[in-house]
């Protein structure tokens, strides 16, 4: 469990002389916009992916967090109604596995229900396993939800049984996902964690699987996050690998970024059979243009994903504080954010990362 930093008066972090861009949005230290708030509504999960939860470490005997622990639909709320205001654009829901979360479509509807302060609702979307989607797609639309990503590591049953270490098939994931698509929560983007000689044999049958399918394949980095995968260097495939693999047999374009901060690198099929994303945290880091704050099931704020540290707003919350004070608290946080882990990787060995499961990528 990381170590937490309760707030104490610190000037500092009050943000009171937060630089701030022309909309309003707070800068970091290093100049980068407060833009999207990631924000993980449970610890729980029905899957225990090798690489995220592993059984040895979150088996029958693992405390997750006591349901008075997380923050209430109202908290979040709260919270991510100051963080619009100080330039958050984009919400998303993530965990564990976010629609455990018990009547997660009422928050989607309270998230949904706010506006930044050009009178704009959030773009507001959701990271699941995929496997209670097709059961909840049409209640998370109607709620408010703009799209989902969904992860998928392979499509051969057996593979995919052993990464997710569950008995769920493929079938039900994929119908998930054209259930969230019939839905209108699409593009749908599919996320699949490459690790060599695990799934890397997968990447072609995934990228013959969804082109042309209307929905985006997303590869991803294998990373170090947390403190249990035990991973290694040689297990990470590159966004260039993958690229020529399927280039080799589909030719693909590069395309431009459609905004500063978006983290994937956009290939289009030459046949206009859709695009592909590439997510290459570990080979080509992007923190120069990373715009992310990500809020912990049971209220901690953290500014990278690779934090030790995170910052409590929870007390702050339930001591009564105003939304003043809690918006030079968020300012504040944001304000002194100094993180860029991914391109200094190698360089500082960390002990007491975060753990995925808990802040959800
Ligand atoms: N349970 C949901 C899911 O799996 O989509 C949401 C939370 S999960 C932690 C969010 C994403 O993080 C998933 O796409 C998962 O594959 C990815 N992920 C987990 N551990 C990872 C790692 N070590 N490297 C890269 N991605 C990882
Ligand atoms: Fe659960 Fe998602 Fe982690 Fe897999 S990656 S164990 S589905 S939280
Ligand atoms: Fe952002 Fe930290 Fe990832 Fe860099 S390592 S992109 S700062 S979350």
């Known amino acids: 469990m990381p170590r937490?930093?309760?707030?104490?008066?610190?000037?500092?972090?009050?943000?009171r002389d937060a630089a701030r861009a022309p909309d309003g949005a707070v800068l970091d230290a290093?100049?980068?916009?407060?833009?999207?708030?990631?924000?993980?509504?449970?610890?729980?999960?029905n899957f225990r992916c090798t690489y995220c939860?592993?059984?040895?470490l979150f088996g029958a005997d693992h405390v997750f967090l006591p349901h008075e622990a997380l923050l209430t639909f109202e908290e979040i709320t709260r919270v991510a109604r100051i963080a619009l205001a100080n330039g958050v654009r984009k919400i998303r829901l993530t965990g564990g596995e976010p629609l455990l979360r018990k009547q997660i479509e009422i928050l989607i509807g309270m998230l949904a229900a706010l506006r930044t302060p050009d009178g704009q609702p959030p773009d507001l979307t959701l990271t699941t396993n995929g496997t209670l989607l097709a059961r909840k797609a049409r209640a998370l639309a109607d709620a408010g939800l703009s799209r989902v990503t969904v992860s998928l590591d392979a499509l051969d049953d057996a593979l995919f049984e052993r990464m997710s270490d569950s008995r769920v098939p493929v079938a039900t994931i994929l119908e998930g996902i054209e259930a969230a698509a019939a839905a209108g929560l699409a593009p749908v983007k599919v996320n699949m964690v490459v690790r060599r000689g695990m799934n890397d044999g997968q990447?072609?049958?995934?990228a013959r699987r969804f082109r042309g399918s209307g929905h985006t394949l997303r590869f991803i980095e294998y990373m170090d996050v947390g403190n249990t995968n035990g991973w290694r260097m040689d297990e990470v495939v590159t966004g260039a690998e993958i690229v020529r693999m399927i280039s080799a047999e589909f030719p693909l374009q590069p395309l431009q970024a459609g905004y500063r901060g978006e983290v994937a690198a956009r290939w289009a099929y030459a046949d206009g059979a859709g695009e592909i994303g590439l997510i290459t945290s570990v080979s080509q880091p992007f923190c120069g243009d990373c715009t992310r704050l990500r809020l912990s099931p049971e209220g901690r704020l953290f500014t990278c994903l690779f934090a030790e540290q995170g910052h409590d707003l929870r007390a702050l919350l339930r001591a009564g504080a105003d939304d003043a004070a809690l918006a030079r608290r968020l300012a504040g946080i944001w304000q002194t954010r100094d993180d860029r882990y991914s391109e200094r990787r190698g360089e500082a060995h960390r002990d007491h990362k975060i753990e995925m499961s808990y802040i959800g990528g």
């Not at 937490?4 to 943000?15: K, Q």
């Open 53 to 56: 939860m592993p059984r040895e």
């Open 30 to 45: 290093r100049g980068r916009p407060l833009r999207d708030l990631r924000i993980s509504v449970t610890d729980r999960c």
């Open 4 to 15: 937490v930093i309760h707030h104490r008066p610190d000037p500092a972090l009050e943000g």
């Open 203 to 206: 990447i072609l049958p995934m």
